[in-house]
């Protein structure tokens, strides 16, 4: 189901300009839409003035944003995958690497928004992929650790369900959720050089048989998931993967990461939330924790209002009340240097996981939006059993050099 909110717009006054102007902005993320609303509402103070123009989809964010840029529609402020995506998108954007927004990044998140040595994106946050667990759920069914091999989680989900849990929620019916898994065994299949493996899929030189973390461990874990998970899996989504980890009737979200926690607790406050990497085999070395800026917004290089939006991002980074934004507000890993982390468990287990034991590869920016829409769509024709694993990895193939291999 399509979920697109059209947010009021705000009138903004920016004091250095003798003229209003409007600022449109139409990124993915949702899940931020509050936030956001929150950050706008205090940029009024500042510029009384300017009106920004807010939207935000998940679902058919790629399909909608490339309808607008090829109207020459482009809105001022959207967004993308950060990583190849920057190089995509470069001829249509603002390199802003002279603007105190580039300066402010962290070292992390501005070398997967560059092109070169142009700037030509920033993020909302930094980011943890992995399992997000309920521990209350894994105390009442006797699992005492998160399982590190794929036959412990095997064992772990028969206790689950034994307890009277359900063990997975998918998120199944969000396309974008198939690539933060996948991404994990991407890592376990290459763990040393994954942009490497997405070349060569690209160029037509890898084959999913060639990688059995791909063609064996990745379709068994979403069997795994579709066999012990939600009745419907095509029509679960984000906010009810967040509704049934809140519930404390499910042990564990597939697909999500640090992003959750914060409307979760909303919910309920006292849950227990666990995190952990995937276990995509028996080599307990490659449950890992992924970590990144993953997600990047960009500005329009013919926007009519370029002055006026670079002084809205530049006060989002710099400002006080920006900085503290997107730990105090958003409750996010902020992508700014010398800014406390949020007090959230996924943020803090995430941290020390990936210190203790390192982090995997963010294998999602090494491809577009473009080819992991599809990719989402065509797993869901896999998870819906009209298609068989081999067929959807032959058009998992095609498409990936259809659209990776330009």
């Given at each position: 189901?399509?979920?697109?909110?059209?947010?009021?717009?705000?009138?903004?006054?920016?004091?250095?300009?003798?003229?209003?102007?409007?600022?449109?902005?139409?990124?993915?993320?949702?899940?931020?839409?509050?936030?956001?609303?929150?950050?706008?509402?205090?940029?009024?103070?500042?510029?009384?003035?300017?009106?920004?123009?807010?939207?935000?989809?998940?679902?058919?964010?790629?399909?909608?944003?490339?309808?607008?840029?090829?109207?020459?529609?482009?809105?001022?402020?959207?967004?993308?995958?950060?990583?190849?995506?920057?190089?995509?998108?470069?001829?249509?954007?603002?390199?802003?690497?002279?603007?105190?927004v580039a300066k402010a990044m962290t070292d992390a998140v501005r070398s997967v928004?560059?092109?070169?040595?142009?700037?030509?994106?920033?993020?909302?946050?930094?980011?943890?992929?992995?399992?997000?667990?309920?521990?209350?759920?894994?105390?009442?069914?006797?699992?005492?650790?998160?399982?590190?091999?794929?036959?412990?989680?095997?064992?772990?989900?028969?206790?689950?369900?034994?307890?009277?849990?359900?063990?997975?929620?998918?998120?199944?019916?969000?396309?974008?959720?198939?690539?933060?898994?996948?991404?994990?065994?991407?890592?376990?299949?290459?763990?040393?050089?994954?942009?490497?493996?997405?070349?060569?899929?690209?160029?037509?030189?890898?084959?999913?048989?060639?990688?059995?973390?791909?063609?064996?461990?990745?379709?068994?874990?979403?069997?795994?998931?579709?066999?012990?998970?939600?009745?419907?899996?095509?029509?679960?989504?984000?906010?009810?993967?967040?509704?049934?980890?809140?519930?404390?009737?499910?042990?564990?979200?597939?697909?999500?990461?640090?992003?959750?926690?914060?409307?979760?607790?909303?919910?309920?406050?006292?849950?227990?939330?666990?995190?952990?990497?995937?276990?995509?085999?028996?080599?307990?070395?490659?449950?890992?924790?992924?970590?990144?800026g993953d997600q990047a917004l960009r500005i329009s290089k013919d926007s009519k209002?370029?002055?006026?939006?670079?002084?809205?991002?530049?006060?989002?980074?710099?400002?006080?009340?920006?900085?503290?934004?997107?730990?105090?507000?958003?409750?996010?890993?902020?992508?700014?240097?010398?800014?406390?982390?949020?007090?959230?468990?996924?943020?803090?287990?995430?941290?020390?996981?990936?210190?203790?034991?390192?982090?995997?590869?963010?294998?999602?920016?090494?491809?577009?939006?473009?080819?992991?829409?599809?990719?989402?769509?065509?797993?869901?024709?896999?998870?819906?059993?009209?298609?068989?694993?081999?067929?959807?990895?032959?058009?998992?193939?095609?498409?990936?050099i259809e659209i990776e291999g330009k």
């Amino acid at each position: 189901m399509k979920r697109l909110f059209l947010m009021t717009a705000v009138a903004f006054m920016v004091t250095s300009f003798s003229f209003a102007a409007e600022i449109s902005m139409f990124i993915s993320q949702p899940e931020y839409a509050d936030a956001i609303n929150k950050l706008i509402a205090e940029y009024k103070k500042v510029a009384p003035d300017i009106t920004i123009n807010y939207e935000t989809t998940q679902s058919d964010y790629p399909t909608l944003l490339k309808a607008r840029l090829n109207s020459g529609n482009a809105p001022d402020i959207f967004s993308s995958t950060a990583g190849k995506e920057i190089s995509v998108y470069q001829s249509l954007t603002q390199d802003i690497a002279d603007q105190p927004v580039a300066k402010a990044m962290t070292d992390a998140v501005r070398s997967v928004m560059m092109s070169g040595k142009e700037v030509h994106g920033f993020a909302i946050k930094g980011n943890f992929f992995g399992i997000v667990y309920n521990k209350a759920v894994f105390e009442k069914a006797g699992v005492k650790e998160f399982p590190q091999t794929f036959s412990a989680l095997q064992a772990a989900v028969a206790k689950i369900k034994a307890a009277g849990f359900t063990p997975f929620t998918d998120g199944f019916g969000e396309w974008w959720v198939y690539k933060h898994v996948f991404q994990h065994f991407l890592y376990a299949a290459q763990p040393k050089d994954v942009a490497g493996l997405m070349k060569a899929f690209a160029a037509g030189k890898a084959h999913f048989k060639d990688y059995p973390a791909l063609y064996n461990d990745f379709f068994r874990f979403v069997d795994l998931v579709v066999k012990n998970g939600d009745k419907k899996p095509l029509e679960s989504t984000i906010s009810a993967e967040i509704a049934a980890l809140a519930s404390g009737k499910v042990g564990m979200v597939v697909g999500q990461g640090a992003w959750i926690e914060g409307d979760t607790l909303k919910i309920d406050p006292t849950v227990a939330i666990g995190f952990n990497g995937y276990p995509v085999n028996e080599n307990a070395n490659l449950t890992r924790v992924i970590a990144g800026g993953d997600q990047a917004l960009r500005i329009s290089k013919d926007s009519k209002v370029l002055k006026e939006t670079l002084a809205f991002v530049n006060w989002w980074y710099t400002s006080d009340y920006g900085k503290n934004w997107f730990s105090q507000v958003a409750g996010v890993i902020p992508p700014i240097k010398d800014v406390p982390a949020p007090d959230f468990e996924i943020i803090k287990q995430g941290t020390q996981l990936s210190s203790t034991k390192g982090a995997g590869t963010l294998g999602i920016v090494y491809a577009t939006d473009g080819f992991w829409q599809n990719f989402g769509e065509m797993m869901q024709s896999y998870v819906a059993g009209t298609d068989t694993k081999d067929a959807v990895i032959a058009k998992i193939e095609k498409k990936w050099i259809e659209i990776e291999g330009k």
